[in-house]
């Protein structure tokens, strides 16, 4: 924390915008912990879904691959 302190707002190594100091992120998480914590279960959902999606189209492709083998097979 002392490094990235230093890096940020004593020394300037890193620009504010874009690399702010450990005060005002943990003062984000202080002051927006509802939007936070709505943003992450709203994350959450998106990769269970895409996740869902995916073992499904797996589970298909891999199906159908099974089947086509067996069928040209024999």
């Known amino acids: 924390m002392e490094l990235w302190d ?3 707002l004593k020394f300037a190594l890193l620009e504010l915008p ?3 100091g ?6 984000v998480f202080r002051d ?3 939007l ?3 943003s992450t279960l709203h994350s959450i959902r998106l990769m269970f879904i895409a996740y ?3 073992v499904s189209l797996g589970l298909v492709t891999g ?3 099974a089947g086509a083998k067996r069928s040209t097979t024999g």
């Open 52 to 54: 869902l999606i995916g």
């Open 18 to 20: 874009y690399f702010p």
């Open 22 to 27: 450990p005060d005002k992120v943990l003062s």
């Open 63 to 65: 199906i159908t691959m």
């Open 36 to 38: 936070l914590l709505i």
């Open 6 to 8: 230093l890096a940020t």
């Open 32 to 34: 927006d912990w509802q």
